[in-house]
């Protein structure tokens, strides 16, 4: 009698497993609905998924603004919507329609509130919602505009941060019907800019490039606030910094004892090449440091002289690009890289 009660039980055992898959299979048959805690994954191909790229100065954190202009994707929003964009835009104010950032990462809506303000996200640098503390940058929607404003953080550092944000129809909690931008944003390395002069024509004519259009630079690069200091610096008799040529390889060339331009500065042969004047000369470029009226270093530092020898040398139209590298005479791992455009009239 115990064996054939044991053999039932087992049965009632089995038989009531089965039922309970079969009401799991049932439960598991009919679309989930995401919850307002719940990211519902990104539906659709992201080749669908328009961008846009920008560069964004490191050492203009805070105060550079880029925008993506969301009207130029107007015909796509309708597309992948089946709506105008005002139309999305309106959406916005009965709830048929969401702005929501992306997390590029693991391809999912990101319903986190605003957190930096009104439609205004804080975002790391891999492009996810993040605290302010964590911050990289921060990406606002602005509806009336049709505009998306993305500004840089001081926790910013060098490389690409995907900004990544669209509009979802919300008749579908799993969202399938959306449109989807993303914009990469290139940070530029606050210790290297870039800078563009024209050098008029005439016997040794010189364009004028100012430290101070470059303030915040070298503020990151090497920690001067006070540009008089760096002026002070670059004097050859008691030098604090000092002034190579970079070639096209990233090797730093000249330096101490081997200027031959005024102070820190050098004559280079139309392929940028240091020499001497009188030796295949064609251009110049020395700093200019020290006020002779005022008996005393440029309070704003001064800057360089960037110029040629004649007027047909170099010739009417050329393009040239010196790199200058300025270092501590006591090694300190930081430099300030400028990068010149040199146009000749």
């Known amino acids: 009698m115990k064996k054939i009660f044991l053999i039932a039980m087992m049965a009632c055992a089995v038989f009531g497993t089965m039922t309970s898959c079969s009401d799991d299979y049932e439960d598991a048959s009919k679309p989930h609905v995401y919850g307002e805690t719940e990211n519902p994954p990104v539906k659709g191909s992201d080749a669908n998924m328009v961008s846009a790229s920008m560069k964004m100065k490191q050492a203009e954190a805070g105060t550079e603004v880029k925008i993506v202009d969301l009207s130029v994707y107007s015909d796509k929003v309708q597309e992948q919507l089946g709506m105008s964009l005002d139309e999305a835009i309106a959406g916005l104010g009965n709830g048929t329609v969401r702005f929501l950032p992306v997390n590029p990462a693991r391809r999912v809506w990101d319903k986190t509130a605003a957190n930096a303000?009104?439609?205004?996200?804080?975002?790391?640098?891999?492009?996810?919602?993040?605290?302010?503390?964590?911050?990289?940058a921060t990406m606002?929607?602005?509806?009336?505009?049709k505009e998306v404003k993305i500004t840089l953080t001081q926790n910013a550092t060098t490389g690409i941060i995907p900004v990544t944000f669209g509009f979802v129809k919300t008749d579908n909690s799993a969202y399938p019907v959306n449109f989807r931008c993303q914009a990469l944003v290139t940070v530029t390395d606050a210790s290297v800019c870039d800078v563009?002069?024209?050098?008029?024509?005439?016997?040794?004519?010189?364009?004028?490039?100012k430290f101070e259009t470059i303030a915040k630079n070298i503020e990151y690069a090497l920690g001067i606030t006070d540009l008089k200091e760096l002026a002070a610096g670059l004097d050859t008799e008691s030098p604090v910094y000092n002034v190579y040529l970079m070639d096209a390889k990233g090797n730093l060339n000249g330096g101490p004892g081997k200027y031959t331009a005024n102070g820190a500065g050098y004559w280079m042969t139309s392929d940028l090449a240091i020499t001497t004047w009188g030796t295949n000369h064609a251009l110049f470029m020395e700093p200019f440091i020290y006020d002779e009226e005022a008996k005393d270093f440029y309070a704003d530092g001064g800057g360089f002289n960037c110029g040629r020898l004649s007027s047909d040398t170099?010739?009417?139209?050329?393009?040239?690009?010196?790199?200058?590298?300025?270092?501590?005479v006591k090694d300190t791992g930081k430099t300030l890289t400028i990068n010149f455009t040199l146009t000749f009239e």
């Open 314 to 328: 170099p010739a009417s139209g050329t393009v040239l690009t010196p790199s200058i590298v300025i270092k501590p």
């Open 196 to 209: 563009a002069l024209t050098v008029p024509k005439g016997n040794y004519a010189a364009a004028q490039f």
């Open 140 to 145: 606002e929607f602005l509806p009336t505009s």
């Open 117 to 136: 303000g009104d439609n205004k996200w804080y975002l790391t640098s891999a492009g996810t919602v993040a605290s302010s503390e964590d911050a990289a």
